[in-house]
């Protein structure tokens, strides 16, 4: 098998074998960037020289006597987590000239245990979106066909690895991003518990609901990674000081007795019925495997999407005052007057979703609809946490599809933000309750794939991991690949 | 018509904490220009404050001192506004859940009555930087070095009738922080500044007037100054048939007057809510009882324990309990002393004038209470007499001696208790001024009285003040009328 089609796990046994160095396998994967990425546009930044010198840093630790499995491991980061001396961009022309002064805790936990990172994702400005379109970079194309989207807001992320230049990367999700990009793309990608990871160096877009987690092609990657990735962060003072599991060791458990809840509103009008049958299929398999089902009720996910417009925006426009052409990003040419200098620095460095997001929050925190919005949105989150907590009185994990759709056609949502955001819909739930999630792949509908999510109670990973992976050991649709690729 | 005057006060007390309350940064007044300034001060995209738990610690000793509720769930708030100093676009402040409620000070009035003024509230938050306009040639610079300095603003009820009340209330806040020691007080430095809620209504009547608001005035005459003006303008708008619109003003101690900053319609939408990347601050009752055990006596406390223990009148009480530091240089002069009376009389009267006339703090003075102590033991026990006690504390004032008891036995100005050697000295005096002898014989009782001080301030010149002023007049008056 070509190294590009190893997985993490592969990886870490062959650097272990000495099957081939790291400083062999960056090069032939900065190879690969180089001639294949022109189609995708999944990274905005490749950082050749620190790869190969982190690559030859990690065979010297190895040749030392370490062993660490992430030991030479080739990733990339999402291009909002703030890496030293290289552009940390966010996707956005604000950001264009931002070289990050310092790393992310993500970041910085990576390199440590020796993971090598080739360059920054491309992704939806300041992760914005479900498409991948609002890049200042431009659109990031769908490996399995390029004239879709890969999903958004982590398209890059979920782009590359599909398209197999990487095998795993670092991604956000605030309502969706890691899962949904991995279900167009054929992936298996994992949100974490609001805590677990550090958001210490990851841009803001909605800080309660941000949380950066791994994208990969097996479960048990995503395993490896979050296991490195995820802890407490005294920097951070929203991430929980709890142990971090054994990820790995919980992948094995056996799945028997597992108590399954399909949500009956995952399973309503807007989901195309082709996807629903592939969930149901894979319900099949985990009976198979000792599960059992139940359905259950989540009555409060129709209030999901409008509290989650109102929630987002209005912590977005907070966080993104900072962008004020004062200190560092784009600064208007030759400002005439300091109210010149915000609005033709902001007016010129944000895209058109950022704007209206911006603009939508700014709205909803005003003074006389501040209760009619935020405070009735914070009402409805509670709401929804309730409804996953009696849930989980119930089931151990719910599953539903990740998406309602297939990934579509680029530039087939630009002009109806409304029908981009209700593709949310499955996703953003988890985010509001603060719960972990995963998507992994399900099968596929005229060639595109189809994702299934799966939902635990908080701090819950470990079980996530552990159904993906039993899943995966019994089919093959995670070892898919897109041709041409 | 009759107007009463209704004021109300927010001020900010920069906590004296070793680091931002947000990051790790030192909060030292007057260092280069951003050179205390992290990543976070810098709000640097994707950094995150972590909360000082001092600068908490602080504020509840705050509450706990003006007996309030404290806000066993607090929590911090985003106020949202652009300017150049403020670099995350948004202050972290508190706005719903403060972390100190309602309370009360009890402040001396010039009369000597004591009047309680309501505090609505205290509330956490953290300071901007500074836009420097000086030195950059058509540009601004920004220091961010404050930026991030913790503050605590501290929200009076409108309990205030007259500008002099308003500066006692803030005398009164001013010592309160400093006994804490959670505040240095330094007005100059900013460290406690105030802006100033003015209104006037007719005498008599209930609903208050429309209230303007003076910005950041930072010193007890400025405040004085600046409020009396405000009541003048206002006052003087509305007989003119005008009305006060509801604004902010600016003070201009060089002009003495205060002027338009922005109206009520130019105020911004600060659009608070409750800051994301901070949880609810929980205070426990274990904290709350070890900060209730680390408060020290509080300035209304020892002025009761003053008039209670030393007999003092309460306004004397109150001067002496000001500030911990004057309480603390009366307590030990009173204690090298054993006189309470008399260590009040000097320290507030000849210690208070030197350090007036050298505009120094009773921390720096020039005579420490030990020396007070041992000059006040030496009247007391008749070496000197209070005259030339003030000799002797002038010459400690210059340095002229460690103790009172060197600086008497240097200078030799051991009062002379020998009624022989006094006699002896009288006997030269009235020898020296024989016809002045002679018309006192002759005069009649009025005029002797009138005559007698002229013996006593001769011999007093003759003994170089030293001879004792009792045994001078009796001895005298033997002679005289002898």
């Known amino acids: ?485 | 018509m009759q107007w009463e005057t209704v004021i109300g006060l927010e001020i900010h007390a920069q906590l004296s904490t070793q680091s931002k309350i947000f990051s790790g940064s030192a909060t030292t007044f007057g260092a280069e220009p951003n050179t205390q300034a992290s990543l976070v001060d810098l709000a640097m995209p994707g950094t995150l404050p972590v909360l000082n738990q001092e600068a908490v610690r602080m504020a509840v000793k705050f509450g706990l001192a003006i007996e309030a509720e404290i806000g066993r769930t607090n929590v911090f708030a985003r106020k949202n506004y652009f300017y150049p100093d403020l670099p995350k676009g948004y202050q972290t402040s508190q706005m719903d859940h403060p972390v100190v409620g309602k309370g009360h000070l009890d402040i001396s009035l010039e009369d000597g009555t004591i009047k309680r003024v309501g505090i609505t509230r205290a509330h956490l938050e953290e300071d901007a930087g500074k836009s420097l306009h000086e030195d950059f040639h058509g540009m601004s610079g920004i220091d961010l070095n404050r930026a991030g300095t913790p503050l605590l603003e501290i929200v009076s009820e409108p309990d205030m009738r007259s500008a002099k009340e308003a500066v006692a209330y803030v005398k009164a806040i001013h010592a309160l922080v400093r006994y804490l020691g959670i505040c240095d007080g330094n007005m100059a430095e900013g460290s406690l500044r105030c802006d100033c809620n003015v209104s006037v209504r007719p005498k008599g009547q209930e609903a208050f007037g429309t209230r303007a608001e003076i910005k950041n005035v930072n010193s007890f005459r400025f405040i004085e100054k600046a409020i009396n003006h405000e009541i003048q303008r206002q006052i003087d708008l509305i007989e003119d048939g005008g009305k006060v619109v509801q604004e902010t003003r600016l003070y201009d101690p060089s002009k003495d007057e205060t002027r338009s900053m922005r109206g009520k319609e130019e105020a911004n939408d600060y659009r608070y809510f409750p800051c994301p990347d901070l949880l609810p601050v929980r205070l426990e009752e274990d904290f709350l009882d070890a900060v209730r055990q680390s408060l020290p006596e509080l300035p209304t406390q020892k002025r009761d324990r003053f008039q209670s223990q030393f007999g003092l009148s309460v306004y004397d009480a109150s001067v002496l309990s000001a500030s911990r530091e004057m309480a603390e240089y009366f307590e030990q002069v009173q204690q090298a002393c054993g006189d309470a009376k008399l260590a009040a009389n000097w320290v507030m009267g000849e210690l208070s004038s030197l350090l007036n006339k050298d505009g120094l703090e009773i921390e720096q003075s020039l005579v420490s209470a030990e020396q007070l102590g041992g000059l006040i033991l030496r009247i007391k026990d008749n070496t000197i007499s209070g005259k030339i006690a003030k000799t002797v504390f002038e010459a400690l004032a210059a340095g002229k001696g460690a103790t009172a008891d060197e600086v008497i036995e240097k200078e030799g100005l051991k009062q002379v208790t020998d009624s022989g050697a006094i006699e002896s000295m009288l006997d030269e005096v009235l020898a020296a001024n024989a016809a002045q002898v002679e018309q006192y014989r002759a005069s009649d009782e009025a005029k002797r009285a009138k005559m007698f001080g002229f013996f006593v301030g001769q011999a007093m010149k003759a003994s170089k003040g030293k001879a004792n002023p009792g045994q001078v007049n009796e001895l005298l008056k033997q002679k005289l009328e002898g």
């Not at chain 1, 546009?41 to 010297?60: H, P």
């Not at chain 1, 210490?200 to 979050?226: F, H, K, V």
């Not at chain 1, 400002?335 to 700014?362: C, H, W």
């Open chain 1, 1 to 485: 098998m070509s190294m590009h089609n190893l997985t993490l796990s592969d990886i870490a046994r062959a650097l272990a074998e000495k099957t081939f160095s790291a400083e062999e396998l960056t090069r032939s994967l900065l190879g690969r960037i180089q001639q294949l990425d022109p189609q995708l546009n999944s990274f905005i930044t490749v950082t050749e020289a620190q790869a190969l010198a982190q690559a030859k840093a990690a065979d010297a630790r190895r040749a030392a006597g370490e062993t660490g499995a992430l030991l030479g491991a080739p990733i990339a980061h999402k291009d909002l987590f703030c890496t030293q001396g290289v552009r940390t961009s966010c996707a956005s022309k604000m950001l264009d000239n931002f070289i990050a002064p310092y790393n992310a805790t993500v970041v910085e936990k990576l390199a440590a245990v020796g993971c090598v990172s080739l360059g920054k994702l491309n992704m939806d400005e300041f992760a914005m979106g479900s498409a991948n379109e609002s890049s200042h970079y431009g659109p990031v194309k769908n490996p399995w066909d390029l004239t879709r989207v890969p999903g958004g807001s982590s398209g890059g992320s979920a782009a590359a690895i599909a398209a197999r230049l990487i095998p795993a990367a670092t991604g956000s999700d605030t309502g969706g991003s890691i899962r949904q990009p991995a279900a167009l793309t054929n992936l298996t990608g994992l949100k974490p518990t609001y805590g677990r990871v550090s958001r210490w160096g990851m841009i803001a877009y909605a800080s309660s609901l941000d949380q950066g987690g791994p994208l990969a092609r097996t479960a048990e990657d995503c395993a490896l990674l979050l296991g490195s990735m995820a802890g407490f962060d005294p920097k951070d003072s929203t991430s929980v000081d709890q142990p971090v599991d054994d990820y790995l060791a919980s992948l094995n458990q056996p799945l028997s007795g597992l108590r399954v809840g399909l949500p009956k509103e995952y399973f309503g009008a807007g989901l195309d019925s082709r996807i629903g049958a592939a969930i149901l299929a894979v319900v099949e398999e985990l009976k198979k495997l000792g599960a059992t089902v139940k359905d259950i009720s989540l009555p409060n996910l129709q209030h999901a999407i409008p509290a989650y417009y109102v929630i987002a925006p209005a912590e977005a426009s907070s966080n993104l005052s900072r962008f004020d052409g004062v200190r560092y990003g784009h600064r208007c040419d030759s400002p005439v007057n300091l109210e010149d200098l915000y609005k033709r620095s902001r007016a010129e460095g944000f895209g058109a979703e950022v704007k209206r997001r911006i603009m939508v929050g700014t709205y909803a925190l005003s003074a006389g609809y501040y209760d009619a919005y935020y405070i009735k949105a914070q009402k409805i989150r509670r709401l929804i946490k309730n409804d996953f907590v009696s849930a989980f009185n119930e089931v151990d994990v719910i599953l539903g599809p990740t998406t309602p759709n297939p990934a579509w056609k680029l530039g087939e949502k630009s002009s109806d933000p409304v029908a981009a955001y209700l593709e949310d819909i499955y996703t953003i739930t988890a985010n509001l309750a603060g719960i972990p999630g995963l998507s992994m792949p399900a099968g596929f509908v005229d060639g595109l794939p189809v994702g299934v999510q799966l939902l635990a109670p908080y701090f819950q990973e470990g079980r996530l991991l552990n159904v993906a992976h039993q899943y995966q050991q019994v089919t093959d649709w995670h070892t898919q690949a897109p041709s041409g690729f």
